[in-house]
């Protein structure tokens, strides 16, 4: 028999035969055994692996297709799938698709081919990338609704799929329980306990290689569909397999020892047979895993810092005596979660190895490809479940944590997402109990002692925020699976009917209850900052509060009220323990803060569902007062805290502390943490006293001392400078507190407006950014905004789009929302706003915004206060808060704090009035008792301030008038003067004393001067709830007191004093109007004039204003609340107030006006010195030079008289002086120099290219400007002489260097003193020194070069300009000898000037702007040639580009675009001095060819020679400018227009020429005959119909015509020309010269540019060139040919032009015509068009290969210009150090790229050796970017912003607009 070497042919009949005998061909048993044996040789685990693995798996393959080939094998299965689920797995960064349109369950996702294919328009969907990979759901009933299933998954159901014959997969059956206990033995091989805890990563590493091919080829068995996973499913569950292999039983001594180690290895991790673990007799479990009993936490006593976090203490002793624990003693069940496990089959060890191997990826991948077979599921997910434990343990020792938390996730998501799946498990293998018993465990590990208020005796532990498993979120993945299993109603409702549960469940949640406790730094800063905030935040929202939120979507409807009941009443026990455990009584213990109270958080978001969706009575469950009294304590202190660290008492905790202010408040945690903290205080407020619950908060913020009547008092708790703000926030808190309905009885409707509109006030947000700050609520994965209108709807009604702006050269704006006009009328809420901010800056910023809303809508002129804004009602549940508006306590608090702001105490400042207001306001407007102020009955036990006020009501209080009130103060005070000495008194409170002054002061109510301790009555309250039955309530007079704190003898000693005061509320606060308004009597009582207001009290003139505004509105609503209010109100106006003294200006106005004025002063004073600095420096200048050069300055005067023209002067912008550029001292114009490819890019197709977006669209750059010109030079150069060819074409198509100047100038020497200081400034600019980049010292323009200014006047222009009356033959001599003389520098070489020196290095410079291959084309590498043309090709790249900016023609005329910008006169100059140094031979001047007739040369030629390049084929526009740069500068204009004329002459032949080829043959001969009929009228040499014939029978005589058509032509010639449609060709033809002549003439002798329709450009382009003669006839008779000047007889010189065709034509016919038919027609520049919808690239592009490494790249990008694929940063396609981008970008844009990043839809440009993100063209519906694809929102082009990066392309101000740019060092 075949060995298991054995070749495929004999393995193929071995299997053919063996499959043969076993489906009944007689002999099975036998065959069975030989398959048996066959398999354990072929399979055994080989310790080399490699090829032995490779020649296993090919045994496999024979055996289960019984011979046949595989590939048929596989079809065949694939038949049968009955596949209704895709089940697609993916792994990490693969891009997915979620609806939550059709999704049932939030984590649904659909792979991207499922969801093309279904129906998802319109709805809410997105893309994503994924974190930890997934499956996708399609056909999956459970957690997607049918509708969204793809067209695949919808209509196969399992009944028309033919059955399984039996033979087909029989030989699978037999192999695969072999071939997978094969996988398994190589795994337990592998594993080795780590010894000493060192990690045996390799070898782990190693072994997964090996099997890499083991698990694709079962990873290829799934994918054959439903057939084959049912059989792997039997085998991977069926016990007996796995009983018969792999229990070590039996002869093979293989198996034995992989048997044994897998119990070692079981063993090594703190798991045992449950028989081994009767056997120990329930001794110390094997690991240090110890528990903690669920009873609570009263016997855990713990020491020491907790224990190291790896517990693999293998001796079974406890974590050597780090920590005491108790054991958990509920039952061994809990125990036996932790640490029995018992695997029965196949599929059970294996997730036990995988897990062990902390889930390798391929692995992972097997087991959820499996996952659509049902049974399988069901069987995986309950062995998952078994596992869980494990899976913690295993976590919490690794150390690629983050890794295997995202494979745990990948698999339990597909897993607990299906509600059908998670409730079968909860019922069969208590998911529930496991769940939260290992949470329970796991945070075990962590707990350290609670400092918290008794730091020696506290019992409480929490959680150490520094520990690892913390720190870095290990926790994540067993927390995220609780919380998807919670979001199931029936698992939620199982978990909060199990009353044990709920108790360990709060045990849990307290190990949070008081984490990363804050104390307050006293003496000096912290040392080290420490982070662990994040995660303390953290933990408790994911914790603690999202389990919460996924509970709480379950407690909606009254029948689940006993829910409610359960975790209140356990809360509450929690709580209770919790209290015990710190040793609580009723004072938290000073200067200490924590932000993690979530049992607080839980009890109050159940008591708000309670009372908001089930009905339940609040006071049923309520403790009592004195639970209520603790409870209120925490939150408070956290409210206090934050004051005191928003007034910098906590600044010596360093950032951290602040950071966790604003986390408290940030919208992500607010609504678990702020939220349901105020509401409990309101809770609390509600139903405790008021008077205790008022003084309890201003004690709690420590402003109880600055409450006094006198002008100066001792604060022996709080410093000075930090009272005003903490008074300020324990105001704002308590109108937040009495404002705040959020759950007081809002809506949810309500409550997003509400929110929204606080968000749109601070600032416009974009649609991402409101979703993002809007709290979510319930559970943050479900996407569901609760209430009946969506978020959508509701942003609509509250604010309108702003659609996105471009300002071409600003900033990128996205669209934004903004709010609507009646927003900030009626719905601006401050309140809500200052609750949401997490930078105070952002409430300025509401109020700015709001004070210009009013001052545009002509509301309100100046600066307003915030507007006050009616609250919704009230629950009945909660009207117990009012009563806080409506006591004693508060009323004097603001009754003193209004007298302290009218007597301008100090600390006081606007804020305080404002709040004060407000809380008056308030309490008017929920003031019940109408008229019930006439009898006032004061209850016996309110006795202790019943002299202050009479009644609880403020409307009757507010007219009450207090005459005399005492004080205590120190002596200083000022009051003390005043006394008579008699009253002082050393008693402590003088409550008892009466006062010993005349009895006249004793007035109708003034019994005694009132005294008020807000502390005592805090004290007294508190004794008075505790000991409410007692008998001594009565005696327990005020304790010991404010004096408390106060150190003896280190502050004046207090003495008492009697103020005279006589005001009530009223008459403040029409004082206090007088004062706000300055003016006396100010107030008027609006009743006066009009009744009417006292019956509808709201009018619109009072709602938006300042302090007088508010004034007058609490006035009046107090008015019309009461006869008797108003009778007093009136009263107290009809009294003349005693003139108030002028208004004192209060320090901080005082401020504010100093500054004012200070500026000013200091502006004036910087003039002065600016002008001043001016002067001296010009006179410093002055004498410098004189110093320099006494005599040249003579010499210049006398030039000058002599000139009397005046020169052009320069400004220099480094040192301030004007002055003429000279041959010295040169002034340069600040230039930037930058390779460009733009106009290469240009097409003569009129269609745009568009970006491929499909394998058939590919874009070829054949029909690019740049490429015609390449061809056209090569196929000159290849016919004619070397020479010639280079002055017959322009090059710097692509990579032509393009100048532009921001039009500043500063001296030469100036500049380079500036680049030395900019070397040496160490700052990081943005640029390369190096590389001589600077910026404009004036305008920071971004520049690399300074272009020397021309000595010279700019008079002499118009002086050249006058009209010499020459005749054309003698201009052309003048010409010919003016470029005869022999290039110079003007001045004589041997002293070379600074000037010339400059212009040689500029011209280095604008060498070295582009590569070599751009400017190298000449046959003999360094030939001067070279440099000729590459000089004047750079006028031409300049003009040419300009011309492209003007659009492409001169029809607009005007000066240049940038008039001041233009550089080109300056460079012309640099050019023309270096082009004069290289010397035509005159012989072959071109100049002479074209105005003189030549005696035929080429036939002395030697034949060997190349000849010359016919005139007919040179480029027209390059020899102007070779004519005219090789002439001495400046030039006559006469001479131009000369050039101009003999020019065009040449060019209107070559127009004939083109013609006569473009059409047919038979045309041809008509109209040479026409032409010749006309030839001898007088003026036939301007008829192009003579010149036609004339060029057509020359151009016959040689085989230019001879041979056949070319098709092409043909094509062309099928139209019939007319006359006008030849007289327009012709002008089109020579229309691009006209243009770059016109704009050289326009740059070299000024002159306005005409502006003209396009239909007559020609002619007036012609009239300003002078080609018309001045009798210009009528446009309409026009022709073209009337421009025509000939030197030399027409006929004549076209004869000689066409001779040297006609002699090309005999040596290459085949080359004549190309050469000659240019097309002169370039579209103008533009960038690839791109498809309306962004998916469209990304589906293309984001898999695609990339051409040159055949890989799929990390970072795909595309080019914008040609439609290049590109590797990002790919080190694959790298070059000499080049990445590829890099590359291209010098390839394609000589050194500007413009990419689109495929993931990330952003565009970067690369320019030169620096690069810049742009933005993205690609836009979601509300107008804003999706950088890296991170919402996957679909999204658009945006036509306007893809305008503007083209038009930054084309204009070349990347430099400029673009601010932030970095190096890119070669690597993109």
């Known amino acids: 028999m075949a060995g298991a070497a054995a070749s495929g042919r004999e393995k193929r009949a071995t299997a053919a035969r063996l499959k043969a005998a076993l489906s009944g061909g007689g002999g099975e048993s036998g065959a069975a055994a030989e398959l048996q044996a066959l398999l354990e040789r072929a399979l055994a685990p080989a310790p080399g692996g490699g090829e032995a693995v490779a020649e296993a798996l090919e045994w496999c393959r024979c055996l289960l297709s019984g011979g046949e080939p595989w590939e048929g094998f596989v079809q065949a299965v694939r038949a049968y799938d009955p596949a209704t689920l895709c089940g697609l797995v993916w792994t990490a960064n693969f891009v997915a698709y979620r609806c939550r349109t ?118 290829d068995l799934t994918k054959m569909g439903g057939a084959m996973r049912s059989v792997l499913t039997r085998v991977l569950t069926n016990q007996q397999f796995y009983k018969d292999l792999s229990s070590g039983v039996g002869e093979n001594a293989c198996a034995k020892k992989s048997h044994e180690k897998y119990l070692i290895a079981l063993k090594g991790s703190g798991l045992a047979f449950p028989e081994d673990k009767l056997a120990c007799g329930m001794q110390e479990q094997a690991s240090g895993t110890s528990t903690l009993a669920i009873q609570g936490l009263a016997g855990a006593t713990t020491s020491g810092q907790g224990e190291s976090s790896d517990e693999e203490d293998q001796d079974g002793s406890q974590g050597v005596g780090k920590r005491k624990r108790v054991k958990l003693s509920s039952s061994t069940k809990d125990q036996s979660i932790m640490d029995v496990l018992k695997h029965k089959c196949f599929l059970e060890e294996l997730l036990f190895w995988t897990i062990k191997y902390e889930f390798p990826q391929k692995m992972v991948t097997f087991l959820l490809n499996m996952l659509p077979d049902q049974d399988y599921k069901i069987a995986f997910t309950k062995t998952f479940v078994q596992h869980y434990a494990f899976i913690m343990k295993t976590l919490k020792k690794s150390h690629e944590s983050d890794t295997m938390s995202n494979r745990i996730v990948h698999i339990s998501v597909q897993l607990f997402s299906n509600e059908e799946l998670a409730r079968q498990v909860t019922e069969e293998c208590q998911l529930l109990d496991i769940m939260v018993t290992v949470l329970l465990y796991m945070m075990e590990s962590c707990l350290i002692k609670s400092e918290l208020q008794d730091e020696e005796n506290s019992l409480h532990v929490v959680v150490n925020c520094g520990e690892a498993l913390l720190k870095n979120n290990t926790y994540w993945p067993l927390v995220s699976d609780f919380i998807n299993i919670l979001s199931h109603q029936s698992v939620a409702k199982k978990f909060l009917e199990d009353h044990s549960l709920l108790v360990t469940w709060m045990n849990f949640v307290s190990f949070f209850q008081g984490m990363n406790l804050n104390k307050r730094e006293l003496n000096e800063h912290v040392e080290f900052e420490s982070q662990t905030y994040y995660a303390a935040f953290a933990a408790e929202l994911e914790a603690c509060a999202q389990p919460m939120w996924g509970l709480l979507s379950h407690c909606k409807v009254r029948e689940t009220q006993e829910y409610t009941r359960n975790v209140v009443r356990y809360c509450l026990e929690a709580l209770q323990d919790w209290f015990d455990a710190i040793n609580f009584v009723d004072e938290p213990a000073p200067n200490q803060v924590t932000f993690h109270l979530p049992l607080h958080r839980y009890y109050a978001m159940f008591l708000s569902k309670a009372v908001k969706c089930q009905e339940l009575d609040l006071d049923s469950i309520l403790p009592d007062q004195e639970m209520l009294m603790k409870l209120m304590i925490h939150p408070l202190q956290i409210q206090a805290s934050l004051s005191e660290i928003h007034s910098n008492m906590w600044v010596r905790n360093g950032l951290q502390i602040k950071g966790q202010a604003m986390t408290y408040v940030q919208s992500h945690f607010c609504n678990s943490m702020i939220d349901p903290d105020i509401y409990l205080l309101q809770v609390c407020a509600s139903r405790l006293d008021p008077d205790y619950f008022i003084s309890s908060v201003f004690e709690r913020f420590k402003v109880v001392d600055l409450l006094t009547m006198a002008s100066q008092h001792q604060n022996t708790v709080l410093d000075s400078e930090h009272e005003r703000s903490m008074l300020e926030g324990a105001l704002t808190f308590l109108v937040i507190l009495l404002s705040l309905r959020l759950h007081l009885g809002m809506t949810d409707d309500e409550i997003l407006r509400a929110e929204m509109v606080a968000q749109l006030c601070m600032n416009d947000r974009t649609h991402s950014s409101l979703l993002d700050l809007i709290p979510e609520n319930p559970n943050p994965k479900s996407g569901i905004v609760p209430g009946s209108l969506s978020f959508e709807s509701m942003l609509s009604a509250v604010a309108d789009f702003k659609a996105p702006v471009f300002e071409p050269g600003g900033s990128m704006q996205q669209g934004m929302y903004t709010p609507k006009a009646d927003i900030w009328d009626k719905e601006f809420d401050p309140v809500m706003v200052i609750l949401r901010t997490v930078y105070r800056r952002d409430v300025q910023s509401a109020m700015d915004r709001y004070t210009a809303f009013l001052k545009q809508s002509g509301k309100f002129p100046g600066n307003p206060w915030p507007p006050y804004k009616k609250r919704t009602p009230l629950h009945p549940s909660y009207k117990g808060l009012m ?313 210049m005067e006398i030039a000058t008289s002599e000139q009397h023209v005046s020169e052009a002067v320069y400004d220099c912008v480094i040192c301030g002086q004007s002055g003429p550029s000279t041959e010295d001292r040169p002034t340069g114009l600040v230039v930037l120099l930058q390779a460009s490819s733009v106009l290469g890019q240009c097409r003569n197709s009129t269609e745009p290219k568009k970006l491929p977006t499909s394998e058939e669209e590919q874009i070829y750059p054949s029909d690019t400007c740049a490429a015609v010109h390449d061809v056209r030079l090569t196929t000159l150069q290849r016919y004619f002489k070397d020479s010639s060819c280079l002055q017959a074409v322009s090059i710097g198509w692509e990579g032509g260097v393009y100048v532009q100047t921001c039009g500043h100038t500063l001296h030469i020497d100036c500049h380079k003193s500036y680049m030395e200081s900019l070397r040496n400034d160490q700052v990081l600019q943005g640029f390369s020194v190096d590389k001589g980049e600077f910026t404009c010292p004036l305008c920071r323009q971004f520049a690399n070069s300074v272009l020397p200014c021309y000595p010279g006047n700019n008079v002499e222009r118009s002086l050249l300009q006058c009209h010499s009356n020459k005749s054309m033959q003698d201009l052309i001599k003048e010409v010919e000898e003016l470029q005869e003389q022999l290039g110079t520098f003007p001045v004589s070489i041997s002293s070379e000037t600074n000037l010339s020196k400059e212009m040689e290095s500029v011209m280095k410079d604008i060498k070295s702007t582009t590569q070599k291959k751009y400017t190298d084309y000449s046959k003999t590498p360094g030939s001067p040639d070279n440099d000729f043309l590459f000089m004047y090709s750079v006028a031409r790249t300049n003009l040419e580009l300009e011309l492209v900016h003007r659009g492409g023609n001169l029809c607009l005329g005007g000066a240049s675009t940038a008039g001041k910008r233009s550089c080109l006169n300056q460079l012309f100059h640099v050019l023309a001095m270096h082009m004069r140094l290289y010397s035509i031979d005159s012989a072959y001047n071109p100049w002479r060819k074209l105005t003189q007739l030549m005696q035929d040369r080429n036939s002395q030629m030697s034949s060997e020679e190349l000849p010359e390049v016919p005139v007919l084929y040179r480029d027209v526009s390059s020899l102007l400018l070779v004519q005219i740069l090789t002439m001495p500068q400046p030039l006559c204009k006469e001479h131009f227009t000369c050039i101009v004329k003999v020019l065009f002459t040449l060019l209107y032949t070559q127009a004939l020429a083109a013609f006569s080829v473009k059409c047919s043959a038979e045309d041809r001969v008509a109209w040479k005959n026409s032409g010749a009929l006309k ?165 293309y592009y984001h898999r695609k290969t990339c051409t040159v490494c055949t890989k799929v790249p990390k970072d795909p990008a595309v080019c914008l210009v040609c439609g290049t694929f590109v590797c990002l940063k790919g080190l694959c396609c790298k070059q000499q150090s080049y990445c590829e981008c890099v590359l291209h970008s010098q390839n394609c844009g000589a050194g500007t790229g413009i990419f689109l990043l495929i993931n990330a839809s952003v565009i970067i440009i690369i320019r030169g050796h620096r690069f810049c993100l742009w933005g993205s063209v690609y836009l979601d519906a509300h107008g804003e970017e999706d950088r890296d694809l991170r919402r996957g929102k679909p999204l658009y082009i945006c036509k306007e912003r893809y305008k503007v990066l083209e038009q930054q392309w084309v204009s070349h101000t990347f430099d400029h607009i673009n601010k932030r740019w970095g190096p890119h060092y070669n690597g993109l």
């Not at 006929?1691 to 290459?1708: G, K, T, V, Y």
């Open 1575 to 1739: 030839k001898n009228t007088s003026n036939g040499e301007k008829s192009w119909e003579v010149l036609l014939s004339h060029v057509i029978s020359e151009l016959s005589k040689g085989k230019m015509f001879e041979e056949g058509e070319t098709e092409e032509l043909a094509m062309v010639s099928s139209s019939v020309w007319s006359t006008d449609s030849i007289e327009g060709y012709l002008q089109q033809f020579c229309l691009p010269f006209l243009r770059i002549t016109c704009l050289l003439q326009h740059h070299l002798f000024g002159g306005e540019l005409p502006s003209c329709q396009e239909d007559e450009e020609f002619t007036v382009l012609a009239n300003c060139l002078g080609l018309l003669s001045s009798s210009f006839q009528s446009p309409h008779q026009f022709t073209s040919a009337s421009c025509l000047d000939w030197p030399v007889p027409a006929f004549n010189m076209i004869s000689q032009w066409c001779l040297e065709l006609a002699s090309f034509a005999d040596r290459h016919a085949e080359q004549v015509k190309v050469l000659l038919v240019q097309e002169p027609k370039w579209d103008l520049p533009c960038l690839l068009q791109l498809p309306e919808n962004y998916n469209t690239i990304f589906q």
């Open 102 to 219: 059709c999704g049932i369950s939030p984590c649904m996702s659909l792979c991207a081919e499922c969801f093309h294919q279904g129906e998802h328009a319109g709805h809410d969907y997105n893309m994503f990338r994924s974190q930890a990979g997934g499956a996708c759901d399609c056909g999956d009933g459970n957690v997607m609704r049918e509708a969204g299933f793809c067209k695949r998954h919808q209509m196969k159901s399992s009944s028309n799929v033919p059955c399984v014959p039996k033979d087909l997969l029989m030989m699978s059956e037999l192999v695969l329980p072999q071939f997978i206990f094969s996988l398994i033995q190589y795994l337990r091989e592998g594993y080795n306990e780590p010894a000493l805890d060192l990690p045996s990563e390799k070898d782990l590493h190693r072994i997964l290689q090996m099997l890499e091919p083991h698990v694709s080829f079962l990873e």
């Open 883 to 1195: 009563k806080l508006l409506h006591c004693k306590t508060l009323h004097i608090v603001l009754f003193t704090l209004l007298y302290k702001i009218l007597m301008d105490h100090q600390n006081l400042s606007e804020h305080v009035l404002c709040m004060v207001l407000y809380l008056i306001e308030l309490g008017l407007e929920d003031s019940q008792e109408q008229e019930s102020d006439e009898e006032d009955s004061v209850g016996e036990h309110e006795r202790c301030h019943d002299s202050w006020f009479p009644s609880s009501n403020l409307v009757s209080n507010m007219r009450h008038f207090i005459n005399y009130v005492r004080v205590r103060v120190p002596e200083t005070a000022p009051e003390v003067k005043r006394e008579p000495p008699a009253s002082t008194s050393s008693d402590g409170l003088a409550s008892s004393q009466r006062p010993t002054r005349s009895k006249s002061l004793q007035r109708e109510n003034s019994g005694t001067a009132q005294v008020f301790s807000l502390v005592a009555e805090r004290r007294k309250k508190f004794q008075e709830i505790i000991n409410r039955n007692s008998s001594e309530a009565s005696q327990v007079v005020r304790p010991k007191t404010s004096m408390k704190w106060s150190a003896p003898g280190a502050t004046p000693q207090l003495t008492t004093a009697i103020l005279e005061i006589k005001e009530s509320i009223l008459s403040l606060l029409i004082k206090l109007h007088h004062k706000l308004s300055g003016k006396q009597n100010s107030y008027y009582p609006p009743w006066f004039d009009d009744m009417e207001v006292l019956i509808q009290p709201e009018i619109p003139k009072y709602s938006h204003g300042d302090g007088m505004t508010a004034v007058e509105r609490i006035l009046l609503k107090a008015a019309v609340q009461s006869r008797l209010n108003k009778r007093i109100i009136e009263e107290i106006c009809r009294k003349v107030t005693p003139p108030v003294p002028p208004k004192k200006i209060s320090p901080a106005e005082k401020k504010t006006l100093d500054k004012e004025e200070r500026r000013q002063k200091a502006r004036e004073r910087q003039q002065k010195l600016l002008a001043e600095f001016a002067s001296r420096q010009k006179s410093f200048m002055e004498t410098a030079m004189d110093v320099e050069s006494p005599d040249a300055d003579i010499a």
